[in-house]
């Protein structure tokens, strides 16, 4: 398996490269050359634990960069902090199936994938004798999970973005509260997106990045990617009649980079009828799919917090294989987004976009109805990003099993959720403990001068 980046100046990659590398050398994405297949594979995959399910399909992209048993090793290593067997579980809430992906170490799907993450990063960074300093931004949940994922291993230090006062205080808690050596939270005066901007442009001074060592675990690390394709298919074995039998997914998103997991999980083989791209009032996705209209407005703070994202960096893959995988006409497409702030598509490549996703916008009057009557009608609490999917599946007429993902314990949401059923969520003991812990963090100006400067002078130990 080789990888390429979505704007041509780099490809071969090997995968232990291309995670190391996060954001190509060229300002792109890095993604497979060419995709697997599993159509053949499924019938068999059903009965899969998700570890044995998650080392059948990463073996299918690591080729020679990690060994198959120490493959399966690092997989079992890492799921053991997740507080079911099952690791993933679904439930039946009323016609619709629940993905549940918040049972890792911060209550959020992230870990799914960054537990993971850590444990690559360190077999690769052991193998090659090397350090890396990880710079990432998050809107609440990337956070959190990337830091414990990474926290104690001596080989990597992390710098982690949130913006000021725009995530959940459970959120804010989970990161400031871990004050390891290696762990840096900054906390930068803007929106999510201000932050995300400075790690892109942080990355692609190509020679900073080299001196600074720098490596990614947002989404734009391919490896995020990759391990999120795991539960789509894990989730199929689960609710399918049969192995042939499409379903339908319903994903909250605002950086597009859960829904695109799905995604390549159909153009894998895995049978879905449809994919909904569920998103809130900072809706740039669903103005995108109905309209062909992606352009940025100002970042509105709403109840799910993780999705108030104007910028989605993870849409540039999908644009890539949108455009029939022509680096030419994307990177024109990026460089007009840069230039206006603004991308249209028209002709067949909006029909063929609305063909592959529908999109529903769930606005914050909607998701707390829709926690309400979830909570009073069967007995299930839903945070406010996981009622944002669940309220667009229930607009979307199939005959499939609809499978609604989601993302986050209502715990780490308890305003929303107060609001809505008229009592705070059951707190769970480690959530709850986070309020006695000492903190630490650094508070920024929003540029990536101020962000520089201070990579520059937090040296590490071992420079």
Not at 135 to 146: N, P, Q, V
Request: with cysteine; proline share 5%.
């Amino acid at each position: 398996m080789k990888y390429c980046s979505t704007r041509g100046g780099v490809s071969e990659l090997n995968f232990d490269d291309a995670v190391m590398m996060g954001l190509a050398e060229d300002g792109g994405l890095l993604i497979p050359q060419e995709l697997p297949s599993i159509k053949e594979k499924l019938q068999d995959w059903r009965s899969l634990t998700y570890q044995d399910l998650c080392l059948e399909v990463l073996d299918l992209f690591v080729g020679e960069s990690v060994d198959r048993s120490e493959l399966k090793a690092m997989i079992q290593q890492c799921y053991r902090s997740f507080r079911t067997s099952s690791i993933t579980p679904v439930v039946q809430v009323s016609s619709i199936h629940v993905l549940e992906l918040f049972h890792g170490p911060t209550y959020a799907f992230k870990d799914v994938a960054l537990q993971l993450l850590g444990n690559l990063f360190e077999c690769l960074l052991n193998r090659r004798g090397e350090r890396l300093r990880i710079l990432g931004a998050t809107s609440g949940d990337t956070g959190s999970a990337a830091i414990h994922g990474v926290r104690h291993r001596k080989n990597l230090e992390i710098f982690m973005l949130h913006p000021f006062g725009r995530v959940s205080p459970i959120q804010e808690l989970q990161m400031v509260t871990v004050t390891d050596e290696n762990v840096h939270n900054l906390a930068v005066d803007g929106t999510f997106d201000d932050a995300q901007n400075i790690v892109k442009a942080l990355f692609n001074d190509v020679e900073f990045k080299k001196t600074q060592r720098l490596g990614a675990v947002n989404s734009i690390n391919w490896a995020r990617v990759l391990a999120q394709i795991v539960y789509y298919i894990y989730a199929h074995c689960r609710v399918a009649p049969s192995a042939e039998s499409p379903v339908v997914f319903s994903v909250p998103t605002g950086n597009f980079g859960n829904v695109l997991a799905g995604y390549y999980a159909q153009q894998m083989g895995l049978p879905v009828e449809k994919l909904i791209v569920a998103t809130n009032s900072n809706d740039i996705l669903h103005r995108l799919f109905i309209k062909g209209e992606y352009y940025q407005e100002g970042v509105q703070e709403t109840l799910s917090p993780s999705m108030d994202i104007q910028i989605s960096s993870n849409l540039e893959r999908y644009l890539y294989d949108l455009c029939d995988k022509d680096p030419k006409i994307l990177r024109s497409w990026m460089m007009e987004f840069q230039a206006s702030g603004k991308l249209t598509l028209t002709g067949n490549h909006l029909k063929k976009a609305q063909a592959q996703f529908e999109s529903v916008r769930v606005d914050d009057e909607e998701t707390v109805a829709t926690i309400q009557e979830v909570h009073s009608k069967h007995g299930y609490l839903l945070d406010p990003h996981s009622a944002v999917g669940y309220a667009a599946a229930q607009k979307i007429s199939s005959s499939s099993p609809v499978i609604s993902l989601a993302c986050a314990h209502p715990a780490k949401f308890a305003g929303a959720i107060e609001r809505a059923t008229g009592n705070p969520p059951p707190e769970p003991s480690e959530l709850a403990s986070l309020r006695n812990r000492d903190t630490r963090c650094h508070r920024l100006p929003a540029t990536s001068e101020a962000v520089r400067d201070f990579l520059e002078k937090t040296v590490p130990k071992y420079d």
